[in-house]
């Protein structure tokens, strides 16, 4: 019975494939092209000028979030790499249970159930709770979008207050009146693309970590059903 199990454990990875299996390397490389990509922004003055034009500040709070987001996401892609090791390992060689305490594996895999619907209500709640980890990520990337379109209304408004002040037609003020509502529309468009491009960068990262995770819970799942854990 246990060769038998061992068998279908390696069949069950043969079949799921091992693109999953490091996520946090592929969370490296995939924040050394975003890294990348900023060099090539600061290095071309793009991103100076676009933080130096924006009077609200916004682009830096912007900034300042998909930072703190960013480092959220490396430590889930890390957690979410340890989980898949311990697949791995319990689908090689079952390990005792005081080897998986701790974490979402050996929880699934050890808690005792009485039938099938038990043990998949188990691996839903344990889904839910993962999934639950990458919320404050998929939140901040819905903010960082909103703070981008808060930014476009607050340059067009900074654009607009020069007009109102205006109480006569005087051509030696037109160019001061340009100047201030070319400000404006700096503050507009700056945010508007820091809010965008950020938290499409954010929805991207977090679409990797809720791709590993969905695979995550399919390997705990079919391991739950497959392979015994010694007590």
Request: charged fraction near 15%; proline fraction near 3%; hydrophobic fraction near 50%.
């Amino acid at each position: 019975m246990g060769s038998h199990s061992h068998c279908d454990s390696k069949r069950i990875f043969s079949v799921l494939g091992k693109s999953d299996e490091h996520v946090f390397l592929s969370a490296l490389i995939l924040l050394g092209l975003i890294f990348f990509g900023f060099f090539v922004l600061a290095n071309t003055g793009l991103l100076q000028l676009a933080l130096t034009s924006d009077r609200s500040m916004i682009s830096w709070v912007i900034l300042t979030l998909y930072t703190l987001a960013t480092l959220h996401w490396l430590v889930r892609a890390r957690a979410l790499d340890r989980e898949n090791a311990l697949c791995r390992s319990v689908a090689d060689s079952p390990p005792a249970s005081s080897n998986l305490d701790g974490s979402y594996v050996g929880l699934a895999l050890t808690t005792p159930t009485d039938s099938v619907a038990d043990r998949q209500h188990l691996l839903d709640t344990i889904g839910d709770e993962l999934t639950n980890t990458h919320a404050a990520g998929h939140f901040v990337a819905d903010l960082l979008l909103k703070l981008g379109l808060t930014g476009t209304v607050i340059g067009f408004i900074l654009m607009l207050l020069p007009i109102g002040e205006i109480d006569q037609f005087d051509p030696s003020l037109m160019q001061q009146l340009l100047a201030a509502m070319s400000g404006g529309m700096a503050v507009a468009l700056y945010t508007t693309l820091a809010g965008l491009v950020t938290s499409t960068l954010l929805k991207l990262q977090y679409y990797l970590l809720d791709s590993a995770l969905a695979n995550l819970v399919n390997r705990m799942s079919l391991l739950g059903t497959t392979q015994p854990i010694d007590g």
